[in-house]
């Protein structure tokens, strides 16, 4: 019986967090610790944000580095982990689409009504 080929996911989801934005964890062993996103992986649905979920990785000797190293890190969490700060109220929120009238899009926090500008 042959093995079945995993299927590849057609696109990713439409996420409204990018580089550069104010998140706080919501959960996980980081709750409520706050950074600033430094990359999106789109494809496995994660994040990575400064200062959170830090790992440390040994290297061993090479000719450049002898003496070896250990290498402190910011590891992927889950998108669905962290939220956007509303950057007025400093609240996180679930945020809306606005479509303005000219087609520009716009995101909006639930909780305030506030626009959360694109980094």
């Not at 290498?71 to 939220?83: G, Q, R």
């Amino acid at each position: 019986m042959a093995a079945k080929k995993p299927t590849a996911r057609r696109g990713s989801a439409k996420h409204r967090i990018a580089k550069g934005d104010r998140v706080r964890v919501i959960r996980g062993n980081f709750r409520d610790a706050e950074g600033t996103v430094l990359r999106v992986i789109s494809e496995k649905d994660r994040v990575v944000v400064e200062g959170v979920n830090m790992r440390k990785r040994h290297e061993r000797p090479t000719e450049a580095n002898p003496e070896g190293s250990i290498i402190t890190f910011e590891a992927p969490i889950h998108i669905s982990n962290v939220m956007l700060v509303d950057p007025a109220s400093g609240d996180a929120s679930r945020t809306r689409l606005r479509v303005e009238a000219d087609g520009a899009k716009e995101r909006i926090a639930v909780k305030t009504g506030n626009p959360i500008p694109k980094p």
